[in-house]
């Protein structure tokens, strides 16, 4: 998982030098989004791990993921954010929790799991 998300960051720097405009503009976007004070950061990190899960992408459940253990999120509750995924989003969401498991298993210190 470490592998995309290195992918996301050569990607990000190839967009900065060939479309400076857009990717500038997505980033601070997204600066202004992540932060709004309503929700901590953890939470908002959960909810797009089950987003990332929702919308089968590999990349954003890897970096989703880390940020939420650096969050202070634990596997338990990343796990949770998935089973959204699947109750919202059905089967095809239910296979990528293979990508999850693989992210929490490389990012998350191992605890008590099962809720």
């Known amino acids: 998982m470490n592998d995309r998300i290195r992918e996301v960051a050569e990607l990000t720097e190839r967009l900065k030098e060939q479309y400076p405009a857009e990717i500038n503009a997505f980033l601070g976007f997204m600066g202004k989004t992540e932060g709004n004070p309503a929700l901590t950061h953890a939470q908002k990190e959960l909810i797009n791990v089950a987003l ?64």
């Not at 969050?71 to 919202?88: H, K, T, W, Y």
């Not at 089967?91 to 929490?104: I, N, R």
Request: hydrophobic share 55%; proline share 3%; charged share 10%.
């Open 52 to 115: 990332a899960v929702a919308a089968q992408c590999e990349w954003c459940i890897a970096i989703h993921v880390k940020a939420a253990v650096k969050a202070g999120a634990n596997r338990d509750e990343i796990m949770s954010a998935g089973f959204q995924a699947v109750l919202m989003h059905g089967g095809p969401a239910l296979m990528y929790l293979v990508s999850l498991t693989h992210a929490v298993d490389e990012f998350a210190p191992a605890t008590t799991q099962g809720v």
